[in-house]
Every structure is written in C-alpha cells, then in structure tokens.
C-alpha cells in the first residue's frame, strides 16, 4: 500500500511539537535556576537559547577537539570533556548575561532542579502502575 503524504506529515509535525514541548520542559530548571543566580533579569526565551546552543556548542568542541588530539597522537578522553564543559559555560555565560562563577552555578542548580523534578515524576508514574497479583515477570527477582 502506498503511504500517504498526510500521514507523514502528520507525524513529522507531532514529531516537532514533542521535540519544541521537551526543549521547554528541560529549559524550565535552566529559567528557574538564573532566576535564582541572576534575579528578575533572567527570561524563559534566554533560558532556551541557552539549553538550544550550549549541547550543541558542548558536542561540536568534543569532537573537534578529540579529532584534533587523535591526530596529534593524543588519547585522552577527560580533556574534550573538559573543554566542552567550559564551552558549554561560555554559552550560558554568553546568553543569559553572567560571569563564569553565575554560568558555574547556573548549571549546578539547573541539573539539581531537573534531577529532583525526574526522580519526583518517575516514582508517582511508577507507584501508578498496577503489578500483577500473582507477581509476574517480576517473581524471580
């Protein structure tokens, strides 16, 4: 059967809906967390820039620089990684106006906030779910 171009459009357009409400929901600990460092001055439109460009910025300096150091000889996992993480800095220092310091603890309250937010909904979307009477699958464990 041939598929239909409006069902593939269809999904491409639920496809993009999904991907802009989850770059809101995991830009809401990035807003709350400048809130907090940087006061009324922080807005959930910079937050997003920020959350948009910095994985970006952190993935292309990581290969970059890992490409750079294989080529130089070099295999060290820890200094890409380290690089990109000053990069990824860079962009929220950049983007949501602050120092290096504010960037520092804008990340640390934004992954503390996000973390505390997946483990609160992860445990009530657990606990919702029915497990069989009989235990299951899961009588072996």
């Known amino acids: 059967m041939i598929p239909s171009i409006g069902g593939e459009i269809g999904e491409i357009v639920g496809i993009l809906v999904a991907l802009i409400v989850i770059w809101i929901i995991v830009s809401l600990p990035v807003y709350v967390a400048a809130k907090i460092v940087k006061g009324s001055k922080a807005t959930l439109g910079r937050a997003m820039l920020a959350t948009l460009f910095g994985p970006i ?43 290096w310091l504010g960037a520092f603890g804008i990340s640390i309250i934004a992954t503390v906030i996000l973390a505390i937010a997946v483990l609160i909904l992860s445990t009530s979307l657990l606990s919702s779910i029915p497990l069989p009477i009989d235990g299951g699958a899961l009588s072996n464990f």
Do not use: C, D, H, R
């Open 57 to 99: 910025v952190f993935i292309l300096v990581i290969v970059f620089t890992s490409a750079l150091l294989v080529e130089l000889g070099i295999v060290f996992f820890f200094l890409p990684v380290a690089i990109a993480f000053i990069a990824f800095l860079g962009v929220y220092k950049s983007v949501l106006k602050t120092g």
